[in-house]
């Protein structure tokens, strides 16, 4: 690069999120959302329940978004944004995005019989799901996101969180979801990619965002790019997507010879894992990814 | 135009011609008729209005909320089970100073499953902010649907209207359905002041410090207490407009010269109206008010009609459990601040819950039950109770 020329970035400047907010320092979930409504852009409209982002938006009278946004109830993301759009469509606004933002406790536990019933419904809704893999609001208790093995404070590490992590994308798949993503911050063009994708969508779209939380993953704030990215390298979080509910492409393919210890060892979460854990996980982990090869491979033949 | 309508039908169309936009909703026993009828309009283009097919009460509360929060009219309908899944929603709604309008046919709790009338379900909703009216024939809940609407919309909170299981949802009466350019004239286009808007970009119900708090709830209460003289100005409107009124907030049946005061809601006040009726050709100075209000609560309408008089006696299809009957229960509150020599003593009776009849017979024996007492020996007297 010639000395002197800018440093040009390839993300829109555009900018619907201000300074000032109030999320954790490392925090993943401004950093999605800023990515986010840089391609949304301001004809948004968000709705979110109880989760962090109810505190990261800013007490009354403050707001850090420049799009209207409703709180909503914990358990009621997906229906209240189906109402928006349902006003949107009857006063003939089809150029606005809805988006139901949720952490994973409003999305995966209590708000999924909502989704479920939008998601059926097809409702032109676009539902970003910022998951930090338990409720980190009220102070880090469990989740059906919570990994298997995770320390919470209602898994302690005497007793860690013994079940897998629920597969939310299966079963919005099972819906027959038009669109259906994962994502990482570390990864903000894929990211970025799929939003506008998803934007250009019409019908329920799902976009699953990995969102670590430094202090609930008890891990330093300066990592959260790193656990990000290292959740893809390792194939912990693999980035794909799936059209209409049967074309599945992963995106951002996993590091060969990244071994899953790598992510886990950043994140003191894990401290109580022996290393036969590791090697169950790793094991998990690699079943998981080539069942997620083969339905891609499968498909392409469709 | 006079309609055949059975009092689900009355409801919907009352909606119709509300011009609502957007309606969610879920079935169930005995409010379906509704939601059915208005699918059914909606399909066929006589209801310009989004129906959203929800999967429980409880969505079906928050669509409207944040439908309503984007600027558009909505309804829904539910019952019981299907109300009591919402209460979260409904301090949201009015929390939100939503003027959501929705009918509840009064349906008991379980267990044991039962289909049948009582208020225990819409009573348990007394504290969330909503303005409840309880209605005695389809004529009018489908005029308190309309009513409903400019009233909500006047003072910014959620109508309930309520109406008896079976006794009024599945029984067909004449109703008459006035034109809709004379609907459109008394209820203007819902012209919400703070909505959703890409252009005006704002944030609703975000975190609110304790600061703030307190303050918005006071507003509340003062709408609340706003409501009394809107509800009262509406009917009158309503009645120069299409010829019917309820009296605002309570009706008063014979009471002015009556001794006896018997005080009924819902469809109970019917049957009692012809009771009272039957025991004047008797002799006996009995008269009744009509409790059509409960939130807000017709505090001064109750004191005026009720103070001087010797005895008092209401029925309640309802009971909060460890005290009494809920309508006798404010109603003894009310009166309690009147001077004493002018104060009645009020019996309390409990009859017809879980959809059991509340006939004539039983009303005979309700008042004469008072005649007979000086004073009521128990806090409830329970009517027709099997040992």
């Known amino acids: ?302 | 135009m006079k309609k055949i309508l059975m009092g689900n039908h009355a409801v919907s169309y009352g909606a119709l011609l509300s011009r609502v936009e957007v309606i969610a909703a879920y079935p169930i026993t005995p409010q379906t008729q509704v939601v059915e009828e208005l699918s059914k309009m909606c399909a066929q283009g006589k209801l310009k209005a989004r129906y959203i097919n929800v999967e429980s009460e409880h969505s079906a509360m928050a669509a409207c909320i944040a439908a309503e929060q984007a600027g558009a009219r909505t309804f829904t309908a539910t019952s019981s089970h299907g109300l009591t899944l919402m209460h979260e929603l409904l301090h949201w709604a009015a929390g939100a100073r939503l003027p959501i309008v929705m009918a509840n046919i009064n349906r008991s709790m379980a267990p044991g499953w039962s289909i049948w009338t009582d208020q225990n379900d819409s009573l348990s909703q007394r504290d969330t902010g909503w303005l409840q009216i309880y209605c005695e024939s389809n004529q009018e809940v489908f005029d308190s649907i309309i009513q409903a609407y400019k009233i909500a919309e006047r003072v910014l909170l959620p109508v309930m209207v309520v109406l008896d299981a079976f006794v009024l949802s599945h029984t067909y009466e004449p109703v008459d359905i006035p034109e809709q350019e004379l609907v459109d004239q008394f209820l203007s286009k819902l012209d919400y002041p703070y909505k959703l808007d890409v252009k005006n970009p704002c944030s609703f119900g975000s975190l609110l410090p304790p600061e703030y708090y307190l303050e918005l709830r006071y507003k509340m209460q003062k709408a609340m207490e706003e409501a009394h003289d809107v509800i009262i100005k509406v009917d009158k409107e309503y009645q120069q407009m299409f010829g019917r009124s309820y009296g605002g907030l309570v009706e008063e049946y014979r009471t002015e010269d009556a001794e006896l005061v018997l005080v009924a809601s819902s469809t109970v006040a019917s049957t009692a109206r012809m009771v009272v009726e039957q025991l004047r050709d008797e002799g006996v100075k009995v008269g009744m008010i009509k409790m059509r209000f409960f939130r807000p609560f017709p505090t001064q309408e109750v004191v005026n009609a009720l103070k001087g008089k010797k005895k008092v006696a209401v029925i309640d299809r309802n009971i909060s459990y460890g005290q009494g009957g809920i309508f006798c229960e404010e109603i003894r509150s009310v009166l309690y601040n009147i001077d004493q020599h002018e104060r009645p003593p009020v019996f309390g009776y409990i009859a017809g819950l879980g959809g059991r009849d509340i006939t004539p017979t039983t009303i005979r024996e309700i008042l004469s039950h008072t005649l007979k007492e000086d004073k009521p020996k128990e806090n409830i007297i329970w009517i027709g109770v099997k040992h």
Request: aromatic share 8%; hydrophobic share 35%.
């Open chain 1, 1 to 302: 690069m010639d000395r002197g020329q800018a440093l040009k970035t390839t993300i829109p400047e555009e900018d619907y999120m201000t300074s000032g907010h109030i999320a954790c320092s490392g925090c993943a979930a401004p950093i999605a959302m800023r990515y986010c409504l840089k391609v949304l852009g301001e004809k948004t409209i968000m709705v979110v329940p109880a989760c962090c982002w109810t505190i990261i938006a800013g007490p009354f009278p403050y707001s850090s978004l420049k799009v209207p946004l409703l709180h909503t109830a914990f358990e009621t993301t997906a229906a209240a944004a189906s109402g928006v759009r349902a006003t949107l469509d009857i006063k003939g606004d089809t150029e606005t995005t809805v988006v139901g933002w949720a952490g994973d406790g409003g999305t995966f536990d209590i708000g999924i019989q909502a989704l479920s019933g939008a998601v059926e419904r097809n409702e032109n809704i676009l539902y970003i799901c910022y998951d930090n893999e338990a409720y980190m609001n009220t102070g880090i208790q469990r989740s059906s996101a919570t990994p298997w093995g995770a320390w919470t404070t209602t898994t302690p590490a005497e007793r860690p969180e013994d079940k897998p992590k629920k597969d939310i994308i299966e079963i919005l798949v099972a819906h027959q979801i038009p669109y259906a993503a994962t994502a990482t911050v570390a990864y903000p063009h894929d990211l970025m990619a799929k939003v506008n994708k998803a934007k250009g969508i019409k019908g329920s779209r799902f976009i699953h965002i990995l969102s670590p939380c430094p202090p609930g993953w008890r891990m330093p704030d300066e990592l959260t790019i790193k656990a990000s990215r290292l959740a893809v390298q390792t194939g912990i979080f693999p980035l794909y997507e799936v059209e209409s509910g049967r074309k599945y492409t992963i995106t951002v393919p996993r590091k060969e010879g990244v071994p899953v210890g790598e992510y886990l060892k950043l994140q003191r979460r894990f401290a109580h894992l022996k290393p036969e854990d590791y090697d169950t996980i790793q094991n998990n982990v690699d079943r998981a990814y080539d069942r997620l090869l083969r339905k891609v491979k499968q498909s392409e033949t469709l």
